[in-house]
Structure formats: structure tokens, C-alpha cells
């Protein structure tokens, strides 16, 4: 996984849960998993790479990890 900024990784790192989000503004769409490998699971349905993938940290802090 390649991380952008410290941030995400650090974020990535203590994950307690991911988050797949589609569409744009007030139209997204979030899907809550347990796993990475579930949200990337739930991207690959899609298959058009707009998926974007957050880690969620135990205080609730969120990353942008990837788009899938």
C-alpha cells in the first residue's frame, strides 16, 4: 500500500474499521466494512475504479487510503 501522506498512514495503521464511499456531494452512497479486503471487495462489484476507500481509526478519524 503506498500512503501520500504520513496521515494516512498512520491512520491505516491503527485502523478499527474502512469505508467504501461512491458518488459525489450530497449523492454519496457509504458502505461501512470491517476489513480493507471487504471494501475492496465491495469496489470490485462497481469495477469502474470510483470507489474511495477510508480507514477509520478508534476516535473516529478518517484517511483516504485508496480508489478502487
Given at each position: 500500500?503506498e500512503?501520500?501522506?504520513?496521515?494516512?498512514?498512520?491512520?491505516?495503521?491503527?485502523?478499527?474499521?474502512?469505508?467504501?464511499?461512491?458518488?459525489?456531494?450530497?449523492?454519496?452512497v457509504?458502505?461501512?466494512?470491517?476489513?480493507?479486503?471487504?471494501?475492496?471487495?465491495?469496489?470490485a462489484?462497481?469495477?469502474?475504479?470510483?470507489?474511495?476507500?477510508y480507514?477509520?481509526?478508534?476516535?473516529?478519524?478518517?484517511?483516504?487510503?485508496?480508489?478502487?
Amino acid at each position: 500500500m503506498e500512503f501520500t501522506t504520513p496521515r494516512e498512514k498512520e491512520v491505516y495503521d491503527s485502523a478499527v474499521a474502512f469505508t467504501a464511499v461512491r458518488g459525489i456531494g450530497d449523492q454519496r452512497v457509504r458502505f461501512d466494512c470491517q476489513t480493507i479486503e471487504e471494501a475492496f471487495a465491495l469496489a470490485a462489484e462497481f469495477g469502474d475504479r470510483r470507489t474511495m476507500i477510508y480507514a477509520i481509526d478508534a476516535l473516529g478519524g478518517n484517511a483516504h487510503i485508496c480508489n478502487k
